[in-house]
């Protein structure tokens, strides 16, 4: 019995080890920098959260936590840390967990409640009692409830085209989990981009957008690529069905919208006829109705800017966000 003792406690802790990194992806290129991790317990399962944290060389005391979208990484993030920094700003920036570097869950329950708490953990473990939420896209709805359940933790929420601003779920019809993984299975490089074209960059592609196309596509052709895509559907289950803007009412915190008007973003959209699709999305119209909705929000519109002014308009973007930040 001891001479067995060994080998079946070695298989058992590789057992345990590889069941902790079978779904780690080797390191994805496009991240400005070093990435670092921390394990999190979360629903029975011992997960790696990635992100990037730096600090400033002449700090100014503040920390933002920046929050990237559905479609995205921590990686889109990379200019705007390097502006951040050379302002005195320590900056934040996880991957989720479900997307980018940090783990993919075969099996997890979704919610922007429970990513909110992975967040804070992670916050909690840096040290970090008060930031300055910056979330763009899906990673706008994760700030927003990220504000609600701590809002002692943020001194400013700002929301750079945030989706969720409309629930979807009155719009247009819910498709099961599994027919939004048969469709992650079926994108192509060429299918994402000319998604990106015509929602995110109102049909113009520049030169700068191709390194956002690499890192949103990097693991396509991939034996990863599966656990990718199932991650992808799991999440859009939890987009569609857990909007926050019946909620942006209770927000305590100051709150920035920074609204690209040309962005036409909006879940669902090619499940329905084209003239219920153009209402949806009409972010020049949603910016001002939410800006009602939020106590003393401030609204920011940047007039040619779509999805994503971060990347599209990034020197106007910069500008827009520093002012707010002062």
Sequence with gaps: ???????????????????????????????????????????????????????????????????????????????????????????????QIGFGESSLPENYQYSFQQLAKNTKELLDSLRIKKVVVLGHSMGGMLATRFALM??????????ENPIGLEDWKLMAPYTSVDDEYKKELGKTKETVKKYFMENYFHNEWKEEYNSLLASSTTTMGSADYSQTAWSMALTSDMVFNQPVLY????????????????????????????????????????????????????????????????????????????????
């Design 150 to 159: 701590y809002p002692e933790s943020v001194s400013q929420l700002i929301l």
């Design 1 to 95: 019995m001891r001479i067995l003792a060994f080998p079946i406690i070695l298989f058992s802790v590789l057992f345990v080890f590889q069941s902790q990194i079978s779904h780690r992806k080797t390191p994805s290129p496009g991240y400005a920098y070093p990435l670092k991790e921390i394990e999190i317990t979360s629903q029975r399962q011992v997960l790696t959260m990635m992100y990037m944290h730096e600090k400033a060389q002449k700090e100014n005391g503040k920390t933002v936590l920046l929050l990237h979208g559905k479609n995205f990484t921590g990686a889109y993030w990379g200019e705007v840390m390097k502006k951040l920094l050379a302002q005195g700003y320590n900056v934040v920036a996880p991957d």
């Design 247 to 326: 909620e942006f009412s209770e927000l305590k915190v100051p709150t920035v919208l920074i609204i690209g008007q040309k962005d036409r973003t909006a879940i669902g959209k090619d499940k329905v006829s084209k003239e219920k699709a153009a209402q949806m999305g009409n972010y020049p119209a949603l910016g001002k109705a939410t800006k009602e909705k939020i106590p003393n929000a401030v609204l920011i519109e940047m007039p040619d800017a779509g999805h994503i002014p971060h990347i599209e308009q990034a020197e106007f973007f910069m500008s827009h966000l520093l002012n707010a930040l002062k």
